[in-house]
């Protein structure tokens, strides 16, 4: 029985390529055009027939017999990580890839790469101009990818570089199936700055609330490979306020958002759920007040200035109380944003 997780790197690259155009009949390929094809492939610079003759290839290299492979893959290795969820294939000669010589090619989910260590990724990183996209909620994982699709033709793919442990590998995001199938089909419609300004204020209605939904559950479940282009860092941290723990996940964005005319680019989530807000920076309390226009009047006894809003909803009967609030914080900076309740019956 063939492990089928292995088949999804392989399969994934070929589905990008019938998604590209149809499949290719099948070819021989020499070792000097098997070897073109795969550093094309490497390069993200492969044509749809070239991609599907690599993958067909490594396929049937890794399933077939020793005696049915084609001598240019003779003495190919290929093994498994522990959860079948990585492939790793070893070649006995070497070849290069953006100034890269390797024997070895990594096949995982997100298509094929190569090792690469933290000089090498340095140097690529800054050579192509790409960003850091980096999330800490689970484990250390740290992509950096071009800041906007190139729009040049002749290079299908974007180069992608990504952590792997203690060490980098350096691969493509290739249009079609893969990276379609990244983000499941509701989460594809995101937020745009004026959606978050308008959830921070607490005045969104309900498509842009989802929109904001769908960004921000995209950017907490989903690798950064999937996040959407304006999210840099995704990070937890711990505020403390009046003495008490306010533990959050911080989505960092590129562009700033605007929360009654101050720009920040730092979203704040509370794990309990049901506040949006933002870290202001370095605006001061009285600023926060007078932009909000939150007052004496609004000011709670714990500190923090608050002003609730009851909308009536005609179709379900129920009614949504949002609150704008202020917070300053221990450290100095404050926090300003809209918690919105759980719907209730209306009397």
Partial sequence: MMPLRFFSPLAAAAAVAVSMAGAPPAQANTAASFQRDLVALLECRASPAAMQAVTTALRGARYGTPQERPAHL???????????????????????????????????????????????????????????????LREPFQVWSAPEPSGDASLPAALVVRSDGEGYRMGCDYPGATRESRVPARLRETATIEDFGAALECRADENSLQRVANTLERVVELSPLAWPANVRMLSKHTYRANGRALPVMVVTLDRPVALKGLPTRSLVLLASGGYLGADMGDASLKAVLDATGLGAADRQGKGYWTRRDATRKDASGYTIVRSLSVMPVDSGAVLAGCMMSDRRSAN
Avoid at 77 to 103: E, K, Q, W, Y
Avoid at 109 to 136: C, H
Wanted: zero cysteines; a negative charge.
């Fill in 74 to 136: 003779q003495g190919w290795g290929f093994s498994n990580d522990g959860d079948d969820t990585t492939t790793f294939i070893d070649m006995p000669d070497a070849l290069t890839v953006h100034g890269i010589t390797t024997r070895r090619v990594v096949a995982d989910e997100t298509g094929f790469s190569v090792p690469v260590d933290a000089g090498q990724r340095a140097r690529i990183v800054s050579g192509n101009g790409l960003r850091l996209r980096s999330s800490n």
